[in-house]
């Protein structure tokens, strides 16, 4: 079912928002060669506990296991869903970080302080029935100095994006973004993973409708005032195929081992345009 999104519940959703962007703005300065990956992890629960946000991917339902961080992180060839670990990064590496957060709780709600995000039955209890405003954002970090070709790969998919976020147009359709997305990525010669989608956001971090990175103009369910949604346009350098990790049924890599690029941005449809709610500041806000 997709629902409009009352005034109120947009303004959680901005709270947690702008949280998540904290985030990703913190990130710049941690991550450089010679860091251990998992400080990624380190530096989110952190934050988490000590502004009182729940990391609502602890606790996924997965087809293996439930999902065990609070944080994705995906390197080079990954192209989502990979669990943040201990590794020394390097100069070159491309690296994306995506999480989904509440925005920050009453303390007499829930002490997010006195959870241990290391027990993940524990936290599915808070994180499965929550149900306050909340934000879901990927980023891509370029390690060091980045070849040419992580370079180009991460302008390109940054800019789909947001060639997907103006065609979110209150009377357009779902069409008219994947199209927007696809066409611009293939024409430089990329490929647009199919498998793995942008989503409605609220109550939960995965609603109705789906908003593929792939489509045909003038096709799909009609976009309407107070919808709310992610759009995620993962971007490889060959193929768009992917394979999955059969161990934990969670990481997903290029099928040829090429580089995979994802940014991801939600925002509201309103009648002057779609309005970020993850924005960072200086990139393009609507």
Not at 164 to 186: F, K, S, T
Not at 189 to 207: A, N
Not at 235 to 251: C, F, K, M
Request: proline share 4%; glycine share 10%; aromatic share 8%.
């Amino acid at each position: 079912m997709i629902t409009l999104k009352s005034a109120r519940e947009i303004e959680a959703m901005d709270r947690a928002g702008d949280f998540l962007a904290s985030i990703h703005i913190g990130l710049r300065d941690l991550l450089k060669p010679g860091v251990d990956m998992w400080e990624v992890e380190e530096y989110v629960r952190r934050r988490c506990k000590e502004e009182n946000v729940l990391p609502l991917q602890i606790g996924v339902e997965g087809s293996i296991m439930d999902y065990p961080y609070a944080t994705c992180c995906s390197l080079n060839d990954e192209v989502a869903h990979a669990f943040p670990r201990h590794y020394i990064l390097k100069d070159g590496d491309l690296l994306k970080v995506d999480m989904v957060l509440s925005e920050p709780i009453d303390k007499s709600v829930l002490d997010v302080s006195k959870l241990d995000f290391d027990n993940v039955a524990q936290v599915k209890k808070y994180t499965e029935s929550y149900a306050g405003g909340l934000a879901d954002s990927c980023w891509a970090y370029a390690i060091g100095t980045p070849s040419d070709e992580v370079k180009n790969l991460m302008e390109v998919t940054r800019e789909a994006m947001y060639l997907g976020i103006e065609q979110a147009l209150v009377g357009n359709r779902i069409g008219d973004i994947g199209a927007a997305i696809q066409e611009y990525a293939e024409s430089r010669g990329y490929g647009v993973v199919r498998d793995l989608v942008g989503h409605g956001v609220g109550p939960t971090m995965h609603e109705e409708p789906m908003v593929p990175n792939y489509g045909v103009a003038g096709r799909g369910l009609r976009l309407k005032e107070g919808m709310v949604l992610t759009i995620e346009p993962m971007i490889n350098t060959g193929t768009w195929e992917i394979d999955t990790d059969l161990e934990t049924g969670w990481a997903h890599k290029t099928l040829d081992g090429g580089l995979s690029c994802q940014y991801e941005h939600q925002f509201v449809i309103t009648k002057d345009g779609p309005v970020i709610l993850t924005s960072q500041g200086e990139e393009r806000t609507y």
